[in-house]
C-alpha cells in the first residue's frame, strides 16, 4: 500500500471557516463540532486521519469502523455530521455500503475516500450519492475542506474529477470509458461480477431476484460490448477498478 498523504499529520496546516448546518456542540458548549465517523479496514489511515483532524477547531473524530456492516450499524444507533468511507472495505465495497447507507440516513453526507484514482470511480460513486470524492494521495487540507463543504450540504468536486467532468463533457457521451456509461445499479453489479461473485450471491446481497441480476449483467455486457465475466473482469483489472 503507497504512503499516503492522509497518513502524513507533520502537513497539517489549520483552516478557520464557519461550522456547517449539521454541527453540534461539544459537552462544554464552547464551539461547535464536526462529529466524523472514520471508516477505513487500515489502522494506520484511521490513525493519520484522527492525528491531523485533531487540530481543527472544528471537527472531532467521533468513532471509527473497519468494516461495511460496522459503518451501517454504527449510523443506525449513532449521531453523525460526515461519514468518511473507503471504497474497499474487507466485506462490502464502497458502493453496497453507501446505498445501505442512503437508505438508513438519506441526509447524511458521505466523503469517499479511496486508493484509487479519479478516473475510476468519482464519477460512477457520484452518481450514487456520493457528496464527494477523495483520492488517498490528497493533501490534508484538501480533505479538511471537503469536510467542511459536505457539511454544508454542499457536493466536494476535487480539482482532479472537475477536470474530468469537463473532459467528459467535451467529449460525449460516446468517447467515455465503457465502465462511466453504466448506470448506478449497473456499475454496482458490474463491480461484483468483475470481482468474480456469481449471480445467486448477488441476488443475496442486494435482495433481487437471480433472474433480476442476470437481466442486469446481460446489459453490462452489451454495453460494454463483451461476453462474458472473464471479459469483465479483465477489464476491471486494466483500469484499476478491482486490485
Not at 492522509?6 to 456547517?20: F, I, K, M, Q, S
Not at 466536494?156 to 474530468?164: D, E, F, G, R
Request: charged share 20%; with cysteine; hydrophobic share 45%.
Amino acid at each position: 500500500m503507497p504512503k499516503s498523504a492522509l497518513t502524513r499529520a507533520d502537513t497539517l496546516g489549520v483552516l478557520l471557516a464557519p461550522a456547517g448546518r449539521h454541527a453540534r456542540a461539544l459537552s462544554g458548549g464552547e464551539r461547535p463540532m464536526i462529529r466524523i465517523l472514520i471508516a477505513d479496514d487500515h489502522a494506520i489511515v484511521r490513525a493519520g486521519l484522527r492525528q491531523f483532524i485533531a487540530g481543527e477547531p472544528d471537527m472531532v473524530v467521533a468513532g471509527e469502523a473497519q468494516t461495511g456492516a460496522q459503518v451501517i450499524e454504527m449510523v443506525r444507533n449513532g449521531t453523525w455530521d460526515v461519514v468518511l468511507l473507503d471504497i474497499s472495505m474487507p466485506d462490502q465495497n464502497g458502493i453496497d455500503t453507501l446505498k445501505r447507507l442512503q437508505q438508513i440516513k438519506p441526509d447524511l453526507p458521505v466523503l469517499i475516500l479511496s486508493g484509487f484514482s479519479e478516473k475510476q470511480y468519482a464519477v460512477n460513486m457520484i452518481r450514487a450519492g456520493a457528496s464527494g470524492y477523495l483520492n488517498k494521495e490528497s493533501a490534508p487540507s484538501e480533505l479538511v475542506n471537503a469536510v467542511r463543504a459536505v457539511n454544508q450540504g454542499r457536493k466536494y468536486v476535487s480539482a482532479a474529477l472537475a477536470q474530468i467532468l469537463a473532459t467528459d463533457l467535451r467529449a460525449g457521451y460516446d468517447e467515455r470509458p465503457l465502465h462511466a456509461t453504466l448506470s448506478e445499479r449497473e456499475f454496482q453489479i458490474f463491480c461484483k461480477l468483475a470481482a468474480g461473485v456469481s449471480v445467486s450471491q448477488i441476488g443475496k446481497n442486494l435482495n433481487l431476484s437471480v433472474k433480476t441480476i442476470s437481466t442486469y449483467r446481460s446489459r453490462v455486457l452489451e454495453k460494454m460490448h463483451m461476453k462474458n465475466n472473464a471479459e469483465l473482469t479483465n477489464y476491471a483489472i486494466r483500469n484499476r477498478l478491482i486490485e
